[in-house]
């Protein structure tokens, strides 16, 4: 067949030329294992080469060993027999090729109530709309994964994934420490003194919190069950920690000030005595 397209026949034919070329690279690889190997692995990159995979070249082998005639170049014409040879070879490295979609990240904001009780977002990717859920007790910084909502594949590749990052803003009131909340309670000096009750809010409403007689400045107290929802544990939730501080006054009237002199003088013959 490589003497019929000799270019030195075909002076000035194209057709022939490329004939001739094709001809000269198919005696290349079959007369080569290894090369023969790669382009049951590879098709026309086949130069490129890769380790081949084992069942491939037996596969390959065994077409082979069925129809030997095909290689006969003289009697066929080398398009076809170069087709059927190898066209199984090329549909397996299309599938081999097959890439997963490129995935894509975002970030959404949360108010400190929707992270507390959870919620749902609607976003826009490109012509479809995807709703995000978020569960009680998201966390600042949490990432959520939205499976096969990123790039579409390639080559009957899978999609890619969604990755969105939660940014929930800061309240005013509490400050977050793991399934805990911390929040400041304003007492009078008396209470802390002689112990009392104080007002406590929480994200639910405000509850009573009793004040030990002899409180001291930011000492914490603790309410059980009043803090964030664990999350992913249904009814489970941190605790409250309330910080107390104590507020002095700033002016005493005549009869206030008498009293606390009288304290004072009390104050200091104890410690005289001691």
Do not use: C
């Not at 094709?22 to 086949?46: F, H, M, T, V």
């Not at 992270?115 to 990717?125: E, F, H, V």
């Amino acid at each position: 067949m490589t003497l019929k397209y000799h270019p030195d026949k075909n002076q000035g034919d194209k057709a022939a030329e490329e004939k001739f070329k094709e001809a000269n690279e198919a005696n290349e690889i079959l007369s080569d294992p290894k090369k023969r190997e790669q382009y049951d692995e590879l098709g026309a990159n086949w130069k490129n080469y890769q380790q081949p995979n084992d069942q491939t070249r037996s596969q390959r082998g065994n077409d082979y060993r069925r129809n030997p005639s095909q290689f006969d170049g003289e009697n066929g014409d080398f398009s076809d027999f170069f087709e059927n040879i190898f066209s199984q070879s090329r549909q397996d490295g299309r599938r081999s090729s097959a890439l997963k979609g490129q995935d894509l990240r975002g970030e959404i904001a949360l108010t400190f109530e929707e992270s507390y009780s959870g919620t749902s977002r609607i976003i826009q990717l490109e012509n479809q709309k995807i709703k995000i859920s978020t569960k009680p007790g998201s966390r600042n910084g949490q990432t959520l994964k939205v499976k096969g909502k990123g790039m579409q594949g390639r080559n009957n590749g899978p999609n890619g994934d969604l990755f969105v990052k939660l940014s929930v803003m800061p309240n005013h009131h509490f400050e977050r420490k793991g399934d805990d909340l911390i929040t400041l309670l304003s007492v009078d000096y008396l209470t802390v003194i002689l112990g009392g009750k104080g007002t406590v809010k929480t994200v639910k409403g405000n509850v009573k919190l009793t004040i030990p007689p002899g409180t001291q400045s930011n000492e914490l107290l603790r309410i059980k069950g009043k803090g964030m929802p664990i999350y992913n544990k249904k009814g489970s939730f941190g605790d409250l920690i309330v910080k107390v501080n104590v507020e002095l006054p700033k002016q005493l009237s005549e009869d206030e000030k008498k009293i606390f002199e009288k304290l004072q003088q009390l104050a200091t013959k104890k410690a005289e005595s001691v």
